[in-house]
């Protein structure tokens, strides 16, 4: 909701919404985390973000497994990617 109300845009997360995000982790996990190590999970998760879009633009066949939290390709398509990224 944060992110369609605009305090969270694709370039930056507002200083202002790093306590919110914070009090609801801590409260709702249990966790500690910092206002640092918030703001860093955020632009590393971004970055993951471009990088899948980026994959599946590429129409590599890329796709996410949400029940099992693993990426998802045809055998085919993988073999395809190795040959691009590891063929010397």
Known sequence: SMHR???IRD???GSYVV??????????FGTSFTRDSIRAKYYALRELTKLYIGFKRRET???W???NFTWLMDDSKWAELAQVFFVK
């Open 5 to 7: 109300a605009s305090e």
């Open 11 to 13: 370039n930056n997360i």
């Open 19 to 28: 306590p919110e995000i914070q009090q609801q982790l801590n409260c709702q």
């Open 61 to 63: 066949g890329l796709g």
């Open 65 to 67: 497994d949400s029940q």
